[in-house]
């Protein structure tokens, strides 16, 4: 069906007619209604003037009254509009009076006082011609009828037997005014009775649809005149009770009867202002006598109002005086849906109110879009119908709410569900703006950004839209900042999750996040400090970003993370590298370098994150950095061997004579040559070199290690957020590193010493001292051999390291001599003035490492060689006293008394007090005293 003429675009919730009904007709025959029950309520018979008898010239009239001119006939009708009465309407529904300056201009004539009569004539588009036709028509109806009352008549079957073609100006109009008439006494008593159709009406109805369907001669005596009559006339009288039963059911019958009079209802509005007229008092004062005609009653009429008002308001984009118009007479709905019980008044109601309330949540779900600071009039009635609506659908009008009583609160819970959806709605804008504006710049992480706009959009929440909603919802603005917590705070979750480490964006995003947070609680708290609980509900709803625990976790990531690196890239580093003398000015590990740069970087990072707590968290990267320079210290001292994988297995005890050979099988020379490294050849000194490589990147840790304590303390006490007692608090001193280097550097020296010792020197040492005739091979060879294996080493090594380094050689050249004299094996044999020779030999070792006062100080040298100095003269005593000499300390170790004295144990603490180092001597001497003491004390063969 067409539009009741607002040309809105809602549709009408009073339902489709069904049939093919236009606004056109509707209003004409709702016209014709309203003339016969003005002019049959008015106390004098209808009278009819003549077109050419009317005194007012069309010409003079206001142009959007087209022509008016007073009518005689009911003074109803005839009453003249005044001023005073024009505004009663507009001041009950709070209205104001228009200006002069809006109700007339210079251009236009000045409108003259009208009838109520011709006001709704001109207001519903009628013609005169229209007019004058109607009330010949109804003179003549009347003239027949005397005595009946309008009630009682079906007015278009009247008027169809009263006019002829030749009534009409063409036979097209005259087609046009039958067909409306029979299309309305259809949908009066076919498609819309008041009363439902029964199979007693078959044959009325059948007949009626005959004869509406097919042209129709309407003259007085005709056949089909009569059928009409008879069928229309047996419809009408059905009533759904026995009360009034000359009352004619036409147009009462449910929505046809509200289609009607809404379109009589048009005649209150300004049809080019979109406006209640001044004089709407008086019109719907004369609209009730349509009432009995069309079964209107106040609470219908009401709810027609209401929703006529509503349109116009919603056809004049939302006119606030219309809206706020609408909203008042809503009160006097909501009163009548909790008196009203009628189920078709229910239903009626209960579509009209949801198509109020439809509207309305369009734009109050996402009301930022809608409204903003110059029409907060226009939201506050918009809100007040939406939550109306609502509220009388649930409590008056809902079922289920009647029966269980929900304690509810209809506005309120409204109310929150517009802020939550325009709120999620304008972040969601905010958002992709947000995202827009990044995109263009290219400066901050797209969360900073929408934080600062979330912020700026909590405050205009705050200042514009609170004031209105509070009205409704006392926790309005906390509700708002709760909605934008959590969208804000999902985003935040997603962007965390995100995150392997921390990064300068992110931090300036959780810092932001941080800002925000305090700023929506804060607008929250000072919101709900008047409620019931202080708005600790709201605050709840709030769960914490927890911004500061995210850096602080992050941070520990990002420790570890580049910790976890470091030492990936130590091992790997550790691996590959070669620890070549010659690599750099320092002869250090080239990895030290790359791993000493690494930890300043990670240094100067971390203090060049802007999170504010800096202080607590060095202590973490401090401790993954000293673990991880552990970890290079461990590297660095390993895959070298160890002190034990350098030195000879000792050989079996036996007798020893000087012509004695006890190997089991003679080493051939070739061999022998093949297996004996020489100290002068590459191999050997550069293995030798590598280890000093090695020491001198530990100490050069050890060096950095002060330097990079330094620069931390100095970055520390430059971070804004340190205060003194943080940085008093902090410990920087890598003791993990600083141990593992220093035992690294002792356990390198041993190595470096014993390698030297027995592997580099060792055809010179172990393989050529004293083997054979000992003049002939004292230690001249070795003394030479080690001097130019010192001066190799020291080439390399760092001036801080080569006294601790020459140091440790010196003792593995030291026990070197006292392993071959003790533990030499068959090779050598040893006479009572060979121990001269050893003295001599054991000062010249001395000599080496003193160099004339450059090299090693006296006092250290004379300890290294004490041991030496305690054993040599045990080689010079006599046979028989050493005998004496071993048999009493065996029988002060408790072995006299026993028949055969055991072999004391090799504890390699060789010394004179040392019964094993005694009987060792034993072994070496060559005479045959010593011979057979040890075939009759212990059977020790003269071969192995």
Avoid at 108 to 118: N, R, S
Avoid at 348 to 358: E, P, Q, R, V
Avoid at 647 to 660: D, F, I, K, M, S
Avoid at 755 to 768: M, N, P, R
């Amino acid at each position: 069906m067409a539009s009741n003429g607002s040309s809105t675009d809602l549709a009408s919730p009073f339902g489709e007619l069904g049939c093919n009904l236009t606004a056109v007709d509707l209003r004409e025959t709702v016209y014709e209604i309203f003339v016969a029950v003005s002019r049959t309520t008015g106390g004098k018979a209808l009278t009819y003037i003549s077109q050419a008898d009317r005194s007012t010239p069309e010409k003079t009239l206001a142009p959007s009254l087209s022509s008016v001119s007073p009518s005689s006939g009911s003074p109803s009708l005839q009453r003249t509009l005044t001023s005073t009465a024009a505004s009663k309407v507009k001041r009950a529904l709070g209205l104001k009076k228009k200006s002069p300056a809006k109700e007339s201009s210079p251009s236009k004539p000045a409108k003259k006082p009208l009838t109520v009569g011709e006001l709704v004539r001109v207001q519903l588009g009628i013609s005169e011609q229209m007019d004058a036709r109607i009330r010949r028509g109804l003179l003549r109806v009347s003239a027949g009828m005397l005595g009946r009352r309008v009630e009682s008549m079906v007015l278009p079957l009247e008027l169809l037997q009263q006019f002829k073609p030749s009534d009409f100006p063409t036979q097209e109009e005259y087609a046009s005014w039958q067909g409306r008439n029979l299309k309305i006494l259809e949908a009066g008593l076919l498609l819309h009775p008041l009363a439902k159709l029964s199979r007693s009406d078959n044959a009325s109805q059948q007949q009626l649809r005959r004869l509406i369907s097919s042209p129709l001669e309407t003259g007085k005596n005709s056949e089909s005149m009569q059928a009409l009559r008879s069928a229309v006339t047996t419809l009408a009288s059905r009533s759904p009770d026995a009360s009034n039963p000359e009352k004619a059911h036409w147009a009462d019958g449910i929505p046809l009867n509200l289609h009607l009079y809404q379109a009589l209802m048009e005649a209150c509005f300004d049809r080019e202002e979109r406006s209640l007229i001044e004089e709407a008092d008086e019109v719907l004062e004369m609209m009730k006598k349509t009432w009995s005609i069309l079964g209107v009653d106040q609470a219908l009429h009401n709810l027609c109002f209401t929703w006529a008002l509503f349109d116009h308001a919603v056809a004049a984009q939302a006119d606030p005086d219309l809206l706020f118009t609408a909203d008042t007479q809503l009160a006097l709905v909501a009163k009548d849906a909790k008196s009203t019980k009628d189920p078709a008044y229910s239903k009626i109601l209960s579509l009209t109110l949801s198509a109020i309330m439809n509207w309305a949540e369009q734009r109050l779900l996402a009301y930022h879009d809608t409204f903003h600071s110059s029409n907060m009039d226009s939201m506050y009635s918009v809100v007040s119908l939406g939550v109306e609506a609502a509220k009388i659908l649930t409590e008056d009008i809902s079922q289920e709410y009647r029966r269980h009583r929900k304690d509810v609160d209809v506005p309120r819970s409204r109310v929150d569900a517009y802020i939550r959806s325009s709120i999620r709605t304008a972040f969601a804008q905010r958002m992709e703006q947000a995202d827009s504006n990044r995109r263009g710049a290219k400066i901050l992480p797209l969360l900073c950004v929408l934080a600062k706009d979330i912020g700026d959009l909590a405050n205009k929440e705050k200042e514009v839209y609170t004031p209105v909603l509070k009205k409704w919802h006392p926790l309005a603005a906390g509700v708002a900042m709760a909605t934008l917590h959590s969208c804000y705070a999902n985003e935040l979750k997603q962007f965390i999750s995100r995150l392997n480490e921390l990064t300068v964006d992110s931090v300036e995003v959780l810092i932001a996040a941080d800002k925000l947070e305090k700023e929506l609680v804060q607008i929250a708290v000072e919101d709900a400090v008047d409620s019931d609980d202080g708005g600790k509900g709201i605050i709840r709803e709030m769960t914490p970003f927890e911004a500061e625990s995210a850096i602080a976790d992050l941070a520990k990531n990002w420790v570890k993370a580049r910790a976890d690196r470091l030492r990936e890239w130590i091992d790997r580093g550790g691996l590959k590298e070669e620890w070549s003398p010659g690599a750099n000015k320092d002869n250090v590990g080239t990895s030290v370098v790359e791993t000493l740069r690494t930890v300043d970087e990670m240094l100067d990072s971390f203090f060049k994150l802007p999170i504010p707590m800096l202080p607590a968290l060095l202590p973490d990267l401090l401790s993954a950095l000293d673990r991880s320079l552990q970890l290079y210290a461990s590297k660095a001292k390993s895959g070298c061997g160890t002190r034990n994988s350098f030195v000879p297995q000792l050989p079996g005890l036996t007798r020893c004579t000087v012509e004695a050979r006890l190997w089991k099988k003679k080493e051939k020379p070739q061999d022998a040559a093949q297996r004996r490294p020489q100290v002068n050849g590459e191999g050997s000194l550069l293995g030798l070199k590598k280890l000093c490589v090695r020491m001198n990147t530990l100490n050069h840790v050890l060096t950095e290690l002060e330097g990079l304590r330094k620069k931390t303390m100095t970055r520390l006490r430059n971070t804004e957020s340190a205060r003194a007692d943080d940085i008093n608090g902090v410990e920087i001193g890598f003791e993990l590193a600083k141990a593992s280097c220093h035992e690294g550097i002792q356990f390198l020296c041993e190595v470096m010493a014993y390698k030297a010792a027995f592997q580099d020197l060792g055809h010179v040492i172990w393989e050529g001292l004293y083997v054979g005739d000992v003049a002939a091979t004292g230690a001249g060879p070795m003394v030479q051999e080690l001097d130019r294996l010192l001066e190799a080493i020291s080439g390399v090594l760092h001036p801080r390291l080569r006294n601790r380094a020459l140091t440790g050689l010196m003792k593995a050249t030291f026990d070197a001599f006292l392993l071959v004299i003790l533990a030499g094996g068959p090779g050598r044999a040893f006479s009572a003035q060979d121990g001269q020779v050893m003295e001599q030999d054991l000062g010249a070792i001395e000599g080496l490492f003193l160099a004339d006062g450059d090299g090693l100080p006296a006092e250290l040298v004379e300890k290294a060689a004490a041991q030496a100095r305690a054993v040599v003269p045990l080689f010079r005593a006599d046979t028989d006293k050493l005998i004496e000499r071993f048999k009493r300390m065996m029988a002060e170790a408790g072995y006299a008394a026993k028949a055969k004295l055991p072999l004391p144990p090799t504890t390699g603490l060789w010394s004179p007090g040392d019964p094993n180092t005694v009987l060792r001597v034993l072994c070496h001497r060559n005479d045959e005293a010593a011979s057979r003491f040890l075939k009759k004390t212990y059977n020790l063969p003269k071969k192995l």
